[in-house]
């Protein structure tokens, strides 16, 4: 990117960002739930959603702590203008 295309970007703009996580999320279940959930398909829906909001939001906590260790590195800017 040049000075000349830095000047025709909107004032926000987006970007990729390439970041592979190679990581397993779990989830933590007990035994009474389990019991709970094969009681109904009301119940095992119930707790299928609550696991994957659970293991979502740890993938997700990851993802911003790695966006934002990329974003403050001081040797993704340019400290000469």
Not at 16 to 24: C, E, G, N, S, T
Not at 28 to 50: C, G, W, Y
Request: glycine share 2%; proline share 5%.
């Amino acid at each position: 990117m040049t000075e000349k295309d830095l000047k025709k970007l909107p004032p926000v703009f987006s970007c990729k960002l390439p970041i592979i996580m190679d990581d397993v999320f779990y989830t933590i279940f007990n035994k009474k739930k389990m019991k709970q959930a094969l009681q109904s398909p009301v119940h095992q829906t119930t707790l299928i959603d609550r696991l994957i909001d659970s293991m979502k939001t740890k993938a997700i906590t990851t993802l911003n702590k790695k966006i934002v260790g990329i974003i403050s590195d001081k040797d993704n800017y340019k400290d000469s203008a």
